[in-house]
């Protein structure tokens, strides 16, 4: 199996910003795409981000032009880049990655980003 772990989560202020990290341990599989996805207390997981193996990226409306992610694929990492963070960014960041041919999506543990207004 494939296996996530995520980190560089913490508590900032608005207007700083983050980078998220997540190490995939996949060397025996074919990742199509990773991304991120956040949740905060009380609502439903949402995306964030996601990129495929070949680059192309996709946001959530409320990220674009402050959030970038990217990846690399040697080292079978993805990352995600926050800048001009809101108190409305606040959440658990989740890493995930689905495999090419079965569409087995893995989640790592999550990790939270504080944003304090």
């Known amino acids: 199996q494939v296996q996530l772990v995520e980190s560089g989560g913490g508590l900032v202020q608005a207007g700083g910003s983050l980078r998220l990290s997540c190490a995939a341990s996949a060397s025996r599989y074919s990742i199509n795409v990773m991304g991120w996805y956040r949740q905060a207390p009380g609502k439903q997981r949402e995306l964030v981000a996601t990129?495929?193996?070949?680059?192309?990226?996709n946001y959530a409306d409320s990220v674009k032009g402050r959030f970038t992610i990217s990846r690399d694929n040697a080292k079978n990492a993805v990352y995600l880049q926050m800048n001009s963070l809101k108190p409305e960014d606040a959440a658990v960041y989740y890493c995930?990655?689905?495999?090419?041919?079965?569409?087995?999506?893995?989640w790592g543990q999550g990790t939270q980003v504080a944003v304090s207004s």
């Open positions: 995930n990655a689905g495999l090419s041919v079965s569409g087995i999506v893995f």
């Open positions: 990129i495929t193996r070949d680059g192309n990226t």
